[in-house]
Every structure is written in structure tokens, then in C-alpha cells.
């Protein structure tokens, strides 16, 4: 595959995140939620809601609210760009390269891109039943859950690559440790083995250590060029290269996975190649990796399908530390969606950038000058490579 | 296509916690991706659910419920007889 060299990359930052505290009942509406994570993030990185003319956003089966809104709620100029669309835990990366490419046209100078929900005490995508073709097939039978199918490719990941329940929870061990220090996580007590291991199943081979947590919420995060980016208020995320796939027959919908070839990669695998060519850095290159956890097989997938790891030693490495503080490749620093709560990877985009600019407090890694980041777990998803300004 | 019904088990869950209607009365219930012999892939639960591995040879049963008929999986050694006289009913589905 041909890599185009022109494009955003290298010319649009990530310069701020926003957030509101993270809970299980907000008693907010949503698009409270929303304006106030979207004006911290915008404060954050040193501009005015004066500045703000893109926003950006996704939601499933309508459980946030459109751009316009947003907008109107907080007295915005004129939007020069919107983009509202129906995806999941796939959008984040996405949405971050789609206002990296509008800023680069000219499209617009400062894109929010933010997700919003009360994802615990409103509807919860968790086990919500998906509009479209797909669900008749499933729903009747009592395979209805997100995580059961996320859980039917863990099954056969794990049993082709040889890995197993220890190495599951090796990820929850390792993201816990995280949490700890970071005031916004719902779950922060520590983990050890054998608490996991002793936890019943909710649905086999996931425990409920495996599995994220759902919360009321909201994330932001703020692009704007390179050039303005230098400007502000903290050390400019360069935009380096994103990418989007989705892999061929990726069904009717999100939960449609009966006509994926091979359960054991991901669109990680995919979209590999052209994500690392495109910023022209190699996985050896990278620092800090924020990988889509909304189950712990993920995070295993995720680093092999990126090539961070070969093929079936994703456990051994996460179980050697490696994806620690003091490790080769700290992954998952504000301890994820598994522990921080499910913005649907919106947040694991934020702490991504806060980690290259060097603000991840008792959690910064030591060295933060590259990370990737993914969004989503199975068909299709998008990642991103965020550098310091060199 | 004309199938057999027989296939392997190319991957399955095992609920243990009511996460998704239908079949919330017969906990623990097994949902797995079976490759038909003939290549295709289907799903369908799994009775009895346990024990049950990746690359189990499952052969196909359909049931009738009050408003539409299933298509489930049991093993291939089973006596079919026994075990399709007494399919889990699902729960009333909307």
C-alpha cells in the first residue's frame, strides 16, 4: 500500500483536555456534561470559547447530544465545522485525524473534539441492543451483551496464541496500579492475582476485573494548528499520523462479527502498516501506549496487532512489568477504561496527551516524546501517533 | 448451500450473569461461533453449555418456541434424542 506524504501530519497539535468528574450518577443532563468538559478543555489549553469554530463528537443509538447544541449551550461564534457521527469506542482517533485534516485545509482553527453520556445511569452501551439488521440474529438467543462479543474473540485469541486467564489479568493488575494515582478513576483499590482470579466469571473468559467500568461523564480535547499550537498554554501534541480501518466484511453492525475472517486480529492488525509509515516512526520508537480497553483481551490484541509485541507474547510482556511506570512501554497510564471509567476511549485520547506534554504528575512516564493510541476493540477502529514538537 | 449441520466450535462465551435478555432463567448458557463443515459460520447456543472447547465437534438441532424456531448446537456424541427433548425455553423476547 502507497502512503501518501502530504496531509495533516506534522501540522496540527492536540493542546488541551477537559474533563468532568467521572460518576456513577451525574444527576446532569448530558449536554451539561458536554459543555463543561468542552470549556475546560478549552481554558485548559490557553484559548477562549471565542476561539472554538469546529466541533466534533459520536454517539451511540443517541445517548449524547449533537454539536449544534454544545454550541448553543455555551454561545459559540460561528462553527466552521461540525461532525456528528454514529460510532463507538471506534471514533476518538478518528475524530482527532478528521480535525487535524480540517485544521490543516483551513477548514477551521480550533476543532473540540468531546464525548459525553451518562453512559452508568442513562442508557449503557454495555448492554444496550443495537439498531439495524445484525441484532435478530443475535438478540433472540440471549447473545446480546457488548462483551460477549468481544469475550467470543478473546476465547479463540487466547486459545491460538496460547495465553490464558493469568495473562487477562495481568492487564487489570497493571492498569490498577495507575488508577491509584489518579483522582478521576472509579476503581483504584489495588489488584493482585489471585483476587482476580478468585473473582467469579460474568461472562467466560471475562471476570469483572476484565471488564471496563461504566460511568457518567464527559472528556474533550482541543486541535488546533502547530503553529498556534506554540503559542499556549502547554507543549504543543503533534498530530503526527492517524489512520482508520475497517477490515473487510465487518457485518451490519458493531456486535456483527460472523463474517471477520479471524477473531484473533483486530483492526489493529490492519491499519498497522500506514499508521507507523505515515509518521515515519517505528514501533521501537514508542514511549507511551494508550490502548482501547473496554475488556482486557484488547490490550493483549492491541499490542500485537500493532506490532508492539509478537505474536502471543502480549501477556509475557505485560506480566514482566513492562507495561509499568518503570517498564519498557508504560501502557494505560491513567489505569483506562478498565479502571478510569468507559468515555469510550475519548479519555485514553486525553491521557495520551497528557503524557506527552509531560503533566501525568506521579504517573508520567520518563520518556514521552511518542505515543499511540487506539480506538476501539474488534471490526473496525482508529489509532493515532502523538509526538512531542521536535 | 446444503449443510450437514455439523461443524466445530470456533469460539464461545459462557454466560454466568444475566447481561443480555433470553435465556436469563438457565444460567450458566453458552453462545459459540461454530464453522459449519461445509465452511460458513454460524451462531448458536451450546446445550448443555459445559464442557465446552475450541474445536468440540457440535452438530445442529432446531427447536420450535412460541413465535419463531432456533437453531441450536449440541455434541456430536450426544444421544440426540435425550437432550433435544428438554431445550432451555428463552425468556419472553420483546
Known amino acids: 500500500m502507497s502512503i501518501p506524504a502530504s496531509g495533516p501530519g506534522q501540522t496540527a497539535a492536540l493542546v488541551g483536555v477537559g474533563f468532568t468528574p467521572f460518576t456513577r450518577a451525574s444527576g446532569q443532563s448530558v449536554l451539561a456534561l458536554a459543555t463543561e468538559a468542552v470549556a475546560n478543555a478549552v481554558r485548559d489549553a490557553g484559548l477562549h470559547l471565542d476561539d472554538v469554530d469546529g466541533l466534533s463528537s459520536f454517539m451511540v443509538s443517541d445517548d449524547s447530544v449533537p454539536c449544534v447544541a454544545v454550541s448553543s449551550a455555551l454561545g459559540l461564534g460561528p462553527l466552521r465545522t461540525v461532525l456528528d457521527v454514529q460510532l463507538g469506542g471506534q471514533a476518538p482517533c478518528h475524530l482527532v485525524w478528521q480535525a487535524a485534516q480540517s485544521v490543516a485545509r483551513g477548514d477551521a482553527e480550533v476543532v473540540v473534539v468531546y464525548r459525553a453520556l451518562n453512559g452508568r445511569s442513562g442508557a449503557r452501551v454495555g448492554s444496550m441492543q443495537f439498531a439495524g439488521m445484525g441484532g435478530q440474529y443475535r438478540y433472540p438467543i440471549g447473545y446480546g451483551a457488548y462483551l460477549m462479543y468481544v469475550g467470543m474473540w478473546a476465547q479463540r485469541f487466547l486459545n491460538e496464541t496460547g495465553q490464558g486467564p493469568d495473562d487477562l489479568g495481568a492487564v487489570a493488575i497493571s492498569q490498577r496500579k495507575y488508577a491509584q494515582d489518579n483522582a478521576r478513576a472509579l476503581r483504584r483499590e489495588p489488584l493482585a492475582l489471585d483476587a482476580y482470579l478468585a473473582e467469579p466469571f460474568v461472562v467466560d473468559p471475562y471476570r469483572r476485573s476484565d471488564c471496563t467500568v461504566e460511568v457518567d461523564g464527559a472528556c474533550a480535547v482541543v486541535v488546533t494548528s502547530l503553529e498556534r499550537a506554540r503559542d499556549l498554554a502547554h507543549p504543543p501534541v503533534v498530530v503526527a499520523s492517524g489512520c482508520y480501518r475497517a477490515g473487510p466484511r465487518p457485518g451490519l453492525d458493531i456486535g456483527d462479527h460472523l463474517l471477520w475472517e479471524d477473531y484473533t486480529r483486530n483492526y489493529t492488525s490492519w491499519l498497522r502498516d500506514e499508521l507507523f509509515g505515515r509518521a515515519g516512526i517505528g514501533q521501537g520508537d514508542v514511549d507511551v501506549a494508550e490502548i482501547y480497553d473496554c475488556f482486557t483481551s484488547t490490550v493483549l490484541m492491541g499490542l500485537e496487532g500493532l506490532g508492539l509485541c509478537a505474536r502471543g507474547e502480549s501477556g509475557a510482556f505485560v506480566r514482566s512489568g513492562a507495561c509499568g511506570l518503570d517498564g519498557r512501554l508504560p501502557t494505560n497510564t491513567g489505569g483506562g477504561l478498565l479502571a478510569e471509567g468507559y468515555l469510550h476511549g475519548m479519555n485514553t485520547v486525553a491521557e495520551a496527551v497528557l503524557q506527552v506534554q509531560g503533566r501525568g504528575g506521579t504517573r508520567q512516564a520518563r520518556r514521552h516524546e511518542v505515543a499511540v493510541v487506539t480506538s476501539g476493540a474488534l471490526m473496525d477502529g482508529s489509532a493515532l501517533i502523538l509526538t512531542a514538537d521536535r | ?94
Do not use: C
Open chain 2, 1 to 94: 448451500m446444503e449443510s450437514t449441520g455439523r461443524g466445530v466450535v470456533y469460539s464461545f462465551v459462557t454466560a454466568h450473569v444475566a447481561v443480555s435478555p433470553g435465556y436469563v432463567g438457565s444460567l450458566p448458557y453458552s453462545v459459540a461461533t461454530v464453522e459449519l463443515e461445509e465452511g460458513p459460520r454460524l451462531l448458536g447456543r451450546i446445550e448443555p453449555p459445559s464442557p465446552l472447547a475450541i474445536g468440540d465437534r457440535v452438530v445442529s438441532r432446531f427447536v420450535d418456541h412460541a413465535t419463531w424456531t432456533e437453531l441450536y448446537f449440541e455434541p456430536a456424541t450426544a444421544h440426540a434424542s435425550e437432550l433435544a427433548a428438554h431445550p432451555s425455553e428463552p425468556a419472553a423476547y420483546p
